[in-house]
Every structure is written in C-alpha cells, then in structure tokens.
C-alpha cells in the first residue's frame, strides 16, 4: 500500500476534513470513490480506522496511528518533490488567472511577487470573468484560477478561498444601515443581467419584496472597475446619491479616503465565496500545490 499514496491521501484529507463529502470535494473524485479507497486500507489492514458518527467522522486508535505514520509519508513526499523540482530547475512562467474584483482589488502586485519567489518562477496573471478563466483552465491556458463564480466543472477542482461581502456604496453619505423603502429613493448603477454579482443582488432584493425595475437606473455596466469608476465621477447631490452595489475589496481604499461611501441593508447580509480551481490533471503538480497552498496560507 506503501507504493500507492493516493489511498493514504485520501485518509489524510478525510481525516483533516472531518467529512467524507469535504474530502471528495478537496480532492476532486466522487464520494463512493473516498469510501471504497478508506474500505481498500481497513481491508489491507484488517481493522477500522475510521468511524462514521452523527456530527462527522472520528478516527479509531489504529486510526490515530496511522494518521501519524501518513502524515510522516506525506512530509517526506513534499520534501522529494521540492527537492527535485531544484535539481531539474525548471524555468517557466506560472499562469494565473482572477476574475476582475480579484484581480483588480484583492490579489496585490506584492502578493505576486512573493508568490514568484515562493515557486522560483515567474507568475504570469491574466484577469477575466470567471466563466473565460474555466475555459481557459480546461484548455490548459492557465494553472490555477482564482474565481468569484462557481463555475462548476467535472474536469476541475474548487477550493473555497475568501468570504467576500457585497455593499452598497454612494458617491455621497447615506445612512450605515438601509431601510429597504430607502433603495427607491437612490439613483442607480446596476450590472448587466449576465453578472454574477447581479444574481447574487437580485436572490437577496427578491427576499426582501424589492422591485429593481423600480429603481432609477441611470447605467448599466460590465464589470466591478466600470462600477468604481462611475461611481467616482457621477455628480454629488446629496438628496439624489448615485449607488451601486459592490465588493467591500473593491472600495476599501476609498471608503478609507473618503471618496466613497458603504453602507448595509438591515438584517440581509450579501456575501459570496471566492474560489482557487484548477484542473484535476494538475492535482499533484508541485508547481500548483505551492500556489495553491500560498494563497490558502492568507499570503495574499
């Protein structure tokens, strides 16, 4: 069994995730395929080494042990992987891929050039909508996306990253806390239908009785950094604010500067994950693991 890692893997993640679901996820196989792997090694070993219980799984005392002997595996596995990745000093360029908010306003240069440091290469990052950066993944044009979609795909694996949160922001003061009469009163800057964001928006608007149809929509634009833009430079009338509903990322800079303006809507709370995906032929490539583990880590 020792020649076969992948089962002893898969005994590792089930065991760290605490969920045969979870583990399936992590590493991209279906869960039949995490339970006949864990059936092979309490076969080969002839005991349990996992119990299934109400709130999650529980390891058994042989369970415990081997866990200690995996874990040691693994480490020294990593260890010969970086080990050979600087005998054969491989010279290439890392190619990332972030939707717009993500790149634009989360993943700082400095992050990219540690991250350059971190695998000896250079780090290449393309930004696009999420549903371009799978594409691109499946035709191997790029490594490892970074996505405010869950663009789900069979050939790929989704790690959950970041908890973003969407915020209404105003070109002028409004209140902290917005009563949903109020949205009427605000002159809008809306996303296009096709916009994730706008899903996300109109799943929260529709549980709260609000008609956006309704809303004085002055434009309707593309993308988080034509949002931005508008926002800043659409005229300042205090009993008309111009609005827009956004990334708390994307306007932390103003917000601390003063130019902009963020407020909530009472008792809702629009938040969405963003997500590391890869493909799942890159499952054990080193180059991808040390990226992927780096922005796992809260490096960015």
Not at 180 to 196: F, G, K, N
């Given at each position: 069994m020792l020649k076969d890692f992948v089962?002893?893997?898969?005994?590792?993640?089930?065991?760290?995730?605490?969920?045969?679901?979870?583990?399936?996820?992590?590493?991209?196989?279906?869960?039949?395929?995490?339970?006949q792997q864990i059936k092979f090694i309490e076969?080969?070993?002839?005991?349990?080494?996992?119990?299934?219980?109400?709130?999650?799984?529980?390891?058994?005392?042989?369970?415990?042990?081997?866990?200690?002997?995996?874990?040691?595996?693994?480490?020294?596995?990593?260890?010969?992987?970086?080990?050979?990745?600087?005998?054969?000093?491989?010279?290439?360029?890392?190619?990332?891929?972030?939707?717009?908010?993500?790149?634009?306003?989360?993943?700082?240069?400095e992050c990219l050039n540690a991250m350059s440091e971190a695998i000896s290469n250079d780090v290449n990052l393309s930004i696009d909508v999420s549903d371009v950066i799978v594409t691109k993944l499946k035709e191997r044009k790029l490594d490892v996306g970074l996505i405010e979609s869950p663009v789900m795909d069979n050939d790929l694996i989704y790690r959950e990253w970041l908890e973003d949160e969407l915020?209404?922001?105003?070109?002028?003061?409004?209140?902290?806390?917005?009563?949903?009469?109020?949205?009427?009163?605000?002159?809008?800057?809306?996303?296009?239908?096709?916009?994730?964001?706008?899903?996300?928006?109109?799943e929260v608007f529709e549980e709260l009785g609000v008609s956006c149809s309704s809303f004085n929509v002055i434009s309707e634009v593309s993308n988080t950094t034509t949002v931005?833009?508008?926002?800043?430079?659409?005229?300042k009338v205090e009993d008309k604010p111009v609005v827009s509903i956004i990334s708390k990322h994307a306007i932390a800079d103003e917000v601390a500067a003063g130019e902009l303006f963020e407020s909530r809507l009472r008792g809702y709370m629009m938040t969405r994950k963003f997500y590391i995906v890869y493909s799942k032929e890159n499952k054990h490539n080193a180059y991808v693991d040390n990226v992927v583990d780096y922005i796992l880590a809260g490096q960015c």
């Open positions: 089962k002893l893997e898969t005994f590792l993640t089930v065991a760290r995730e605490r969920s045969f679901s979870k583990a399936s996820a992590k590493l991209g196989i279906s869960q039949p395929a995490v339970t076969n080969y070993l002839a005991c349990k080494v996992i119990e299934r219980k109400k709130n999650g799984i529980k390891l058994t005392p042989e369970g415990e042990e081997l866990y200690k002997i995996a874990s040691r595996l693994e480490k020294e596995i990593h260890g010969s992987e970086r080990d050979i990745l600087k005998i054969i000093n491989k010279e290439m360029t890392f190619r990332l891929g972030a939707s717009y908010t993500i790149g634009t306003y989360v993943i700082p240069g915020v209404v922001a105003s070109n002028v003061p409004i209140p902290k806390i917005l009563k949903t009469e109020e949205l009427y009163d605000y002159r809008w800057i809306c996303r296009e239908e096709a916009s994730h964001t706008r899903k996300v928006v109109s931005l833009q508008t926002l800043k430079k659409s005229k």
